[in-house]
């Protein structure tokens, strides 16, 4: 079992940058691969990026290519997702997930409770 809670989340402007962490307790962090998802009102739950344990594979959804960075410390235990040139589109909770590879909400096993990120234009 794998405790996830995300942190960071709030409103900024267009523009602005937010780093997002998710601190994980629980069973091994460092065995699982770790993402992070988002969902906005209105719309399915969709992938943002995901990172393996050993940080040398990222992935990212092509809307944050460029903009947003992935990246963990297992020895910390967390995960962050720094989030740059921010746009209203972005606006969403954003959740963090721990499981196997994949861009699939069923790829991954265990769920944070999210964290609201809001951005005006």
């Known amino acids: 079992q794998v405790q996830l809670v995300e942190s960071g989340g709030g409103l900024v402007q267009a523009g602005d940058s937010l780093t997002l962490s998710c601190a994980a307790s629980?069973?091994?962090?460092?065995?699982?691969?770790m993402g992070w998802f988002r969902q906005a009102p209105g719309k399915e739950r969709e992938f943002v990026a995901a990172i393996n344990w050993s940080r040398y594979y990222t992935r990212y959804a092509d809307s944050v290519k460029g903009r947003f960075t992935i990246s963990r410390d297992n020895a910390k235990n967390t995960v962050f997702l720094q989030m740059s040139s921010l746009k209203p589109e972005d606006t969403a909770i954003y959740y963090c997930a721990a499981g196997r590879y994949g861009a699939e909400s069923s790829d991954y096993d265990y769920w944070g409770q999210g964290t609201q990120v809001t951005v005006s234009s």
């Open positions: 629980g069973r091994a962090f460092s065995n699982y691969f």
